[in-house]
C-alpha cells in the first residue's frame, strides 16, 4: 500500500476483508448492516486514516437504540462494588449494539422500605433495572410492580425468588460454596475439625446458597469436618473481627474460616492481632487490596473472585436484550459466570 496515497473507501474495505459495497452501505446508512460488521468498518476506517472514521461512527451511533439502565449495588464491600460499578460503566460506553446511559446507585439504608423505594424510583426513569438485594416481601413486591409497567429486573450477584421467571448475572453460588469446603479440605489437618461460615445475612439466598455448598461438601465428601453454626456479620468489619477472635477463644480445633460475603477486614484484623493461632485455612470473597496484602503475609489462603468485569459484560449483554423481548427465558437469561480463585502465587 503506499502509504502517501489519500486511503478510500476500497481501503478501508481492503484492511477489514470486506466488500467495498458493504463499506458503503455503513458510511451512506443505505441498508442495515450486521452491528458487528459496521464496527468492524470503523476500526478499519481508523487505522487506515479514512478521512470520514468519524463519520462512520456517527452512523453507527445512529442507527443504535438507546437506553436508559439503572443499577442498585450494596454501599458494604466498597472495593469490590466500587470496581464492578466501573466495569457496568465501562461495557456500557463499549457497548457495540445500544447507546447506555447508566444511573448507578448504592444502597447504604438496607431496610426493605428503603430499598423498594429506591427500586420503584430509578424504575421511573430507566428501561431495565439490575440489584443487589436480599430476599423480603416489600422488596419482591416492589420488582413485581415495576415489572407490570415493563421494566424488566435482573437479580445480581444473589438469586430472587420473583413471581414470575427472572433473569440473574452472577456465579453458581452453590458452587462456590462448595468450592471453598473443598479447599478448606485439602488446605487443613486430614483428622479434621470445626469449620465457619460468616454470611452477610440469611435473606442474602446467594450466601445461604453459599453456606449449603459448604454442608453438602463436607456432608459427602469429608464428614471429618463440622461445620459451625452459620455466623451473621452483615458485612460490617467490627462485626466480623469480634466474631474471628470469639471463633479463634472458643474453638481450639478450628481449621478453616470461610467469609461468604463481606466484611473480610475485620477477619484480617483478627488474624493478625493473633499470632498464637491454630494452623487455619482462610477462604475470602473477592479480591481487594487488604486480602491480597494478607496473602502475602499468610494470613489468609486464598480468595475467590467472582470476576466482576466479566460480570459487568454478562450484565449489559443480557439487559440490552430485556427491553426487546416479549418475557424472561429462564436458561437464556441465566448466564453464570465462573469463579476464579486466586492465591498468593497469582495476585
Not at 450484565?315 to 480463585?341: A, G, N, S, T
Request: aromatic share 4%; charged share 20%.
Amino acid at each position: 500500500m503506499n502509504s502517501k496515497k489519500r486511503p478510500t473507501i476500497a481501503t478501508v474495505a481492503q484492511y477489514a476483508n470486506l466488500s467495498v459495497a458493504t463499506v458503503d452501505r455503513v458510511l451512506n446508512a443505505r441498508a442495515p448492516v450486521n452491528p458487528d460488521t459496521a464496527e468492524k468498518v470503523h476500526e478499519a476506517a481508523e487505522a487506515v486514516g479514512y478521512f470520514a472514521a468519524r463519520l462512520i461512527s456517527q452512523r453507527i451511533n445512529e442507527k443504535k437504540p438507546a437506553y436508559h439502565f439503572g443499577f442498585l449495588l450494596l454501599g458494604t464491600s466498597q472495593t469490590f462494588y466500587k470496581t464492578l460499578g466501573d466495569a457496568i460503566v465501562e461495557q456500557a460506553r463499549e457497548a457495540r449494539t445500544a447507546n447506555i446511559v447508566c444511573h448507578l446507585e448504592l444502597i447504604h439504608d438496607r431496610s426493605p422500605q428503603s430499598i423498594a423505594a429506591q427500586i420503584r424510583q430509578l424504575a421511573e426513569q430507566c428501561d431495565c433495572l439490575a440489584l443487589v438485594s436480599f430476599e423480603h416481601p416489600v422488596i419482591l413486591q416492589a420488582i413485581e410492580e415495576v415489572r407490570l409497567k415493563g421494566v424488566p429486573v435482573v437479580s445480581l450477584l444473589t438469586e430472587l425468588p420473583t413471581v414470575h421467571p427472572g433473569a440473574y448475572v452472577g456465579t453458581d453460588n452453590h458452587e462456590v460454596g462448595r468450592t471453598a469446603a473443598w479447599l478448606i479440605a485439602h488446605g487443613s489437618h486430614p483428622a479434621g475439625g470445626c469449620v465457619a461460615v460468616m454470611l452477610g445475612g440469611h435473606r442474602f439466598l446467594g450466601h445461604e446458597q453459599r453456606e449449603a455448598g459448604v454442608r453438602s461438601f463436607f456432608e459427602e465428601k469429608a464428614p471429618q469436618f463440622r461445620v459451625l453454626a452459620p455466623i451473621i456479620t452483615l458485612d460490617n468489619g467490627a462485626i466480623t473481627e469480634e466474631a474471628t477472635l470469639e471463633l479463634l477463644a472458643r474453638h481450639p480445633d478450628l481449621r478453616g474460616i470461610y467469609v461468604a460475603g463481606g466484611g473480610v477486614e475485620g477477619v484480617i484484623s483478627a488474624l493478625a492481632a493473633t499470632p498464637e493461632r491454630p494452623p487455619l485455612c482462610v477462604i475470602l470473597q473477592e479480591p481487594t487490596m487488604e486480602s491480597r496484602q494478607a496473602m502475602r503475609k499468610g494470613l489468609v489462603t486464598l480468595v475467590i473472585d467472582s470476576q466482576p468485569r466479566l460480570i459487568a459484560k454478562e450484565l449489559i449483554e443480557v439487559m440490552v436484550q430485556l427491553p426487546r423481548v416479549k418475557e424472561i427465558d429462564p436458561q437464556r437469561h441465566r448466564v453464570l459466570v465462573p469463579l476464579q480463585i486466586v492465591t498468593p502465587e497469582n495476585i
